[in-house]
T-cell receptor, first 112, second 110 residues
């Protein structure tokens, strides 16, 4: 079955380190998204991509970057991790603007 | 995406129907109404969507008001597994990302 997977599921890192969270989907979807969710808050959009070599900033993109070198993967990089980036990160993909979006299980990141 | 308004929380007894309301008074003629839910410690999952007519699927029903300014997600028999945050989201014709509000936290009592 097609799926979307995130790795790692949990990570603890130190302030100032570079961290990359992986997102891989097997549906061949062009649209991929990264969200963060803080305790008691809704999901906020970080970055998104509509295809290979395409990346766009979301509402909370500062301190994050993404790259899209193939259809299946959209890794999220924290250039220099900060405690304010402690959060749960969700990756999502969808075929087109009206089709349902599929979300990964999330990565819980703690920056100490 | 146009704005939606949902109650912060609702409570239901197990095996009873649940009606989750969503107001979207500024909806445009081409906006679709999507519902997602997020179970505890999981990513959101798609529930249902519609444009004008009422819609049914294996998970739920979506009732859309005639003027489209409001809609209601109906869970016909709530189970403990339906306890989640339910998000009502309007989608326009543009290829824009999903924008999540705070949603409605549904509690199901055994």
């Amino acid at each position: 079955d097609a799926e979307i997977t995130q790795s790692p599921r949990h990570k603890i890192t130190e302030t100032g380190r570079q961290v990359t969270l992986a997102c891989h989907q097997t549906w061949n979807h062009n649209n991929m998204f990264w969200y963060r969710q803080d305790l008691g808050h809704g999901l906020r959009l970080i970055h998104y991509s509509y295809g290979v070599q395409d990346t766009n900033k979301g509402e909370v993109s500062d301190g994050y970057s993404v790259s899209r070198s193939n259809t299946e993967d959209l890794p999220l990089t924290l250039e220099s991790a900060a405690s304010s980036q402690t959060s749960v990160y969700f990756c999502a993909s969808r075929r087109d603007y009206l089709s349902e979006a599929f979300f990964g299980q999330g990565t819980r990141l703690t920056v100490v | 995406d146009a704005k939606t308004t949902q109650p912060n929380s609702m409570e239901s007894n197990e095996e009873e129907p649940v009606h989750l309301p969503c107001n979207h008074s500024t909806i445009s003629g081409t906006d679709y109404i999507h519902w997602y839910r997020q179970l505890p410690s999981q990513g959101p999952e798609y529930v249902i969507h519609g444009l004008t007519s009422n819609v049914n699927n294996r998970m739920a029903s979506l009732a859309i008001a005639e003027d489209r300014k409001s809609s209601t997600l109906i869970l016909h028999r709530a189970t403990l597994r339906d306890a989640a945050v339910y998000y009502c989201i309007l989608r326009d014709e543009g290829n824009t990302p999903l924008v999540f509000g705070k949603g409605t936290r549904l509690s199901v009592i055994a």
